[in-house]
Structure formats: C-alpha cells, structure tokens
C-alpha cells in the first residue's frame, strides 16, 4: 500500500519517535486517562480490524500506532505537530478495534479525550476553526437554524445557483475542496421533522411511554424514515412523546474534540426527555443511540448532572432494540424482495447490537435476507469524517459498495443516516463510472418493516 499525500512515516510503537518535545502533557478535565492510554500493550490484534490500516498498510494509521503516538507527545518525547494531528484526524472512531483488543482498550473514548486536547493547545487553519464554529457550535445547537440552513441548501439544489456555481468555476476559488463537497451534497426531505411536544398515542393496549429523538442530521435528510418510526412505534404498542427543547445529541462535537459544546447539547436532551417520564429514550439513528448511551461518561464531571445524565444513559435504546425488547408484532404483509443488512459500526461495536435487525427483516413475509462481505469494515461515513477526509471516506465507501453489489441484493438496508448518505453516494458513483444506474437501493430496516405494515 502507498501512502497518502502528506502523510508521515509510521513511528514504531515501541521505541521513542523524535526527539524531546516541549508539549508539556495532556491535561484538563477532557484528557485522556493514563490508566486507559496505557493499557494497550501493542498486541497487534487490532491491525486487521482497522479500515485506514487496511488501506493504507502504515503502522501510523492504525490504533496501535496512534495510541504510541499519543504516548510519546503525553511523555513530551513528540511535539503535538501538524502531521501527528494528521494521523488523529485520519481516525474513522469506528471502535472495531475494540471488538479485537484482548486488553479492552476503551479506544473511541481515548479517541475523543486526545481530539479534545488537539483543540485545547493548538491552533489549527483560519478555514478550519471558522468551519468548525459554524458547524459545530452554531448550527448544531440550534435545530431552528440547522432548519433554516437545510432550506437554504434545498433552494440552493433546486434554483439555478447551483448551476451557476458549478459552471462558472466558482466552487473552485472557494477554500477546501468545494467541488467535492457539492457533490457530496445530501438530497433532503420534502418536508422536515421537528419535535414540539406532539404525542401520538399507542395502538391498542399500551405497553409503555417512550421520548423519541428527532436528531439533528436524520431529521432534515430522513425526516419520513422518523414518521415510519412513529408508526411503527405506536402499532407496537408504545406511545411516543417527541419533547420539545430536545436537538442535536452532540456525537458529532464530542467525536471532533469539542466535548463542552457537546455537554451543553446533551444537557438540553435530558432536561427534555426526563420532562415526559419515560419507561425508555429511543433513537433511530445508531449513532445517536450510541452518543446519549454514553452520556454518564460524557457528565464524568459534571456533578449538577450526572446522576441524570446516567439515567438518560440508562433508558436510551436503539430502534431495533426496542422494539424486540417489546416484542414487535412480526407483520403480515408480504415483501418479495432481497435485502441486504449493512451493521452500522456504532450499532456493532459501540452497542453490540446485531441480532435484532436481522431479526426484524427476518421476520417480513417474503424478505430473502443476505449477508454481506466485510460486515466490520465502515463504510467511511463516520459523521463529518466524509467531509473532512474526503479522499479516505470516498475509498471506503465503494469499498462498502462492492461488497453491496456483490450479494445482488436489490435493497441494503441500514439504521444510521450517516450511513445510509454515504451508501447511496458510493452505490451512484459506481453506477457513474459503469454508465448506469444503481441497482441497489438504500433504505432503514424500519423502513422495511413500516411498509410491510401497511400491507397487512
């Protein structure tokens, strides 16, 4: 395998990688603790598990390498240089690795605790910070203006200003790489969903009361994959109140380093969801499940929350979860179609879930369920990884697609929004470079299972 341009030379993992630097250590309430840093004891085992090890062969794109990388700026012996960032940034935070680590390294969370430090005592490109501000601390933290963002996006799409853009080179005297970004552009719903205190009761005997997120993302991308997720919560029993005061559930900032912007996001959701009393919190989207799973460690010390941030952490489950642990109605109506089942890598290895999915499209009347090759490779999506790593995200994501295709499956089903954009790019530029259209389709196991409802 061949480098990727500007890239390092692997440092070993077991000898010091440069000389004495002047960093003076990780530190601060985000930092990663040494008892977690130091548990890996270089094994290896992760190597195979690790998708930018895969591609590129370098020592310094896998976790071992990282994890030494870590080590040596946290001992001084590195400074925390542009191309050590370099290697962080290249991180997917997928969390296979853990699956393969006989030592339990808890790396997705070590992960997180360095970004943190990356943007505590460096200072990265005047684009960058700018980038990250608007993404990260205006428009996540405020669906109004993530609403009023995606329908300047849609009139964007749907005027003549994208033409205009594209055609008279505009795009390219923008900073980064906005030519790509244009592309990548996600088609968004036609009418968006919002949670404002609605209820929609049970159907039938009510088993239980659940706060349902909106989300972010899913929300403007997904918004009738979410309606599908009421229906099919309410046919099971389950009465959904969709809180008001609830947003963004801040995975995207704690993963790019920005854990206080996260915090002030997740302390909105609790207050929200704990306001509705509910038997259980659900998510429909694999990494939002996984992000307010994981909010007692997020409020590790934050004291005034904790204890609700836990009990948050306590009552969320995913979509899939729930909806096994409430023993779904198995539908009636018949879908004659073959399906593919794509795990999403925070529903796989932050969650461990696998069985339930599978055990929903298994029980549609009709459905032929395939497997798919490299079910532990991610698909490259990882939140604003495939805006950021544009070249790393797009390898893996026709890496993903083949394995797709290969199974002819005429539908890949999935349970993440991030993963279900970069399923449908990567599907349609294959498709592109053949001369064709995608064959393969992408929709939400829940998708699936609320149209075979509605031929009951």
């Given at each position: 395998m061949t480098e990727l341009p500007g890239q390092a030379p692997p440092p070993s993992a077991d000898q010091p990688v440069g000389p004495p630097g002047t960093f003076p250590g990780f530190s601060g309430p985000h930092a990663p603790h040494e008892s977690d840093l130091y548990r890996c004891v270089h094994c290896g085992f992760c190597l195979?598990?690790?998708?930018?090890?895969?591609?590129?062969?370098?020592?310094?794109?896998?976790p071992r390498g990282r994890i030494a990388l870590m080590k040596a700026?946290?001992?001084?012996?590195?400074?925390?240089?542009?191309?050590?960032?370099?290697?962080?940034?290249?991180c997917l935070q997928c969390r296979a690795c853990e699956l393969s680590?006989?030592?339990?390294?808890?790396?997705?969370?070590?992960?997180?605790?360095?970004?943190?430090?990356?943007?505590?005592?460096?200072?990265?490109?005047?684009?960058?910070?700018v980038a990250r501000s608007v993404g990260y601390k205006t428009l996540l933290s405020s669906p109004v203006k993530l609403r009023m963002a995606g329908t300047a996006l849609k009139i964007y799409k749907k005027t003549g200003a994208r033409a205009i853009a594209r055609g008279t080179g505009l795009l390219k005297l923008l900073p980064g790489d906005a030519v790509m970004a244009d592309e990548y552009l996600p088609e968004l719903s036609k009418k968006f969903f919002t949670a404002k205190g609605q209820v929609h009761p049970a159907k039938g005997v009510r088993k239980a009361k659940v706060a349902m997120l909106a989300g972010c993302v899913m929300s403007l991308t997904h918004a009738e994959t979410l309606e599908a997720t009421v229906r099919v919560l309410t046919r099971n029993g389950l009465e959904v109140h969709l809180t008001a005061g609830q947003g963004c559930c801040g995975a995207l900032n704690t993963h790019a380093g920005e854990p206080d912007s996260a915090i002030e996001m997740a302390?909105?959701?609790i207050?929200?969801?704990?306001?509705?009393?509910?038997?259980?919190?659900?998510?429909?989207?694999?990494?939002?499940?996984?992000?307010?799973?994981?909010?007692?460690e997020l409020f590790r010390d934050e004291g005034e929350y904790a204890e609700r941030a836990k009990k948050v952490a306590d009552l969320t489950r995913d979509i899939h979860e729930l909806?096994?642990?409430?023993?779904?109605?198995?539908?009636?109506g018949m879908l004659d179609v073959t399906v593919t089942y794509q795990d999403p890598?925070?529903?796989?290895?932050?969650?461990?879930?696998?069985?339930?999915?599978?055990?929903?499209?298994?029980?549609?009347?009709?459905?032929?369920?395939?497997e798919l090759g490299e079910p532990a490779i991610c698909c490259g999506s990882a939140g604003t990884y495939s805006i950021t790593q544009r070249e790393m995200s797009a390898r893996l994501g026709k890496r993903k697609a083949r394995n797709v295709?290969?199974?002819g499956a005429e539908i890949v089903a999935t349970g993440n929004p991030g993963c279900a954009m970069q399923l449908d790019f990567a599907l349609r530029q294959i498709a592109n470079d053949e001369s064709g259209e995608p064959t393969t389709k992408v929709r939400y196991v829940v998708d699936l299972l609320d149209a075979a409802y509605a031929l009951d």
């Open positions: 195979q598990a690790c998708p930018t090890y895969l591609e590129t062969g370098l020592e310094a794109e896998s700026v946290n001992e001084g012996r590195l400074d925390m240089t542009p191309a050590v960032i370099g290697h962080w940034d290249m680590c006989p030592s339990g390294v808890e790396y997705g969370k070590i992960m997180e605790a360095t970004r943190s430090q990356v943007e505590q005592h460096t200072k990265r490109p005047i684009t960058e910070r302390k909105k959701n207050d929200s969801f704990l306001s509705a009393n509910p038997d259980a919190i659900v998510s429909a989207s694999a990494g939002c499940g996984a992000a307010m799973k994981d909010y007692g909806l096994v642990e409430y023993d779904f109605e198995p539908p009636a890598c925070h529903l796989l290895n932050a969650q461990r879930i696998t069985e339930a999915p599978r055990q929903i499209l298994s029980s549609i009347p009709g459905l032929k369920l395939v295709i290969a199974t």
